[in-house]
Structure formats: structure tokens, C-alpha cells
């Protein structure tokens, strides 16, 4: 597949609805555990708190909505930012965070990601940053080996407790 990528208005930020629901329905599906601590948000909830997320993002300078596309349909998108970097780490002042990448069901397997992913390191890469923070949920092993593919490393294992017995 050849996608064309294009840097989304903020504007047009509630064409990501779709693509950000099947995310959820992948997400809930992976880590099916996570259910112990609490149930998963219905859809639109989960969206509406995304949106605007996404939004208050958007205010940022440096950060930007890509988007795969095949002619008017939407294959899959990517959300990168830029973080201060703190950190123990000589990985320059500030690090790139993938905050969301999601291919079309109907659409995975066929380079999309490959795409998305590359165009966010470019990105990153001409604003002189060195490194791209992501997180994938526990049990999404597939995204994993996606990133492993290209070249990502582990770098934090986050876990998560209830507070009260
Ligand atoms: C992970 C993802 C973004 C990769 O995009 P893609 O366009 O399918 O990626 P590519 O075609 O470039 O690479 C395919 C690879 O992705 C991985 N993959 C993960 N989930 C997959 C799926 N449901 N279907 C096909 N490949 C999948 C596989 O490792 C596959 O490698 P393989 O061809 O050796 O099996 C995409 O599969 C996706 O949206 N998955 C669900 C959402 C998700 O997990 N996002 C990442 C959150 S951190």
C-alpha cells in the first residue's frame, strides 16, 4: 500500500474518532487483566477524554497529527509531541513521545505503521531531537515486536496496583 501523509488540521481532529474507538476495542482485548482495577470507558467517553487531549496537545508547537490516506479514506494516524527531557539519560534537552499510532483494522499488516512511524522519526529528527518515547499496553504484543522491528529497545515497565484491599 502507498499512503499519502498529511499533517491534520486541528480543525478536523474528530475524523480521528474512529480510528481512536478501534484502538480502544484493541486495547481492552490485550490487556484484559487490567479490567480487575476498573472497567473500560464506553467509547465515547474514552473519545470525548482523548479529544480533548488531543486538542490541548495541538496548543503545543511541536506537536503533530500525521495521517495515512488513500484518496478520502483515513488508513491510520500517528500523534507526536515534544517533551522536555529530564532524565538520567545525555538524550538532549527534549525527547519525541508517539502518543498514538493506530492503523485501520481493514488496513494493518500492509506497511501503513511502517509509514506513520517513519514520517514521526523524520519529524523528530529535522526538529534535532534524538529519541521517541512509547508506551504500549501490556499484552499488546504485536505492537511490540512492530516497534522491536524497527528499532525500538525496552526502556520502562510500568505497573500498575489498586491502593485499598
Ligand atoms: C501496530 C500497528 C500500528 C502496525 O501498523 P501496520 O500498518 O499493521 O504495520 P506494518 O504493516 O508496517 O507492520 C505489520 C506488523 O505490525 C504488527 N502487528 C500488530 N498488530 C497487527 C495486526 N492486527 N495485523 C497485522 N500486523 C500487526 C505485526 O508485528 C506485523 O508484523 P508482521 O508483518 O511481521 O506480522 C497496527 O497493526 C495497529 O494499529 N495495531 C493496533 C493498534 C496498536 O496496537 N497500536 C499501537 C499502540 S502502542
Not at 488540521?9 to 482495577?37: F, I, M, N, P, Y
Not at 538520567?88 to 483494522?105: C, F, N
Not at 515486536?145 to 520502562?156: C, I, K, L
Request: hydrophobic content about 45%; glycine content about 10%.
Amino acid at each position: 500500500m502507498n499512503p499519502v501523509i498529511d499533517v491534520l488540521a486541528s480543525s478536523d481532529v474528530d475524523c480521528l474518532e474512529r480510528l481512536w474507538k478501534q484502538l480502544l476495542v484493541h486495547h481492552s482485548r490485550a490487556a484484559g487483566h487490567l479490567t480487575s482495577l476498573g472497567a473500560v470507558r464506553p467509547p465515547e467517553d474514552s473519545w470525548r477524554l482523548r479529544r480533548g487531549q488531543y486538542l490541548e496537545w495541538l496548543q503545543e508547537p511541536l506537536t503533530a497529527v500525521l495521517v495515512a490516506r488513500d484518496g478520502d479514506r483515513l488508513l491510520g494516524y500517528a500523534v507526536v509531541r515534544v517533551v522536555d527531557a529530564p532524565g538520567s539519560w545525555k538524550w538532549g534537552d527534549q525527547v519525541g513521545v508517539l502518543e498514538t499510532l493506530v492503523v485501520d483494522d481493514e488496513a494493518r499488516g500492509a506497511g501503513v505503521g511502517q509509514v506513520l512511524l517513519g514520517t514521526a522519526r523524520e519529524r523528530l529528527a529535522e526538529l534535532g531531537i534524538q529519541v521517541m518515547k512509547i508506551s504500549v499496553i501490556a499484552g499488546n504484543e504485536g505492537a511490540v515486536r512492530f516497534y522491536q522491528r524497527e528499532g525500538a529497545v525496552d526502556f520502562v515497565k510500568t505497573l500498575v496496583m489498586p491502593v485499598s484491599e
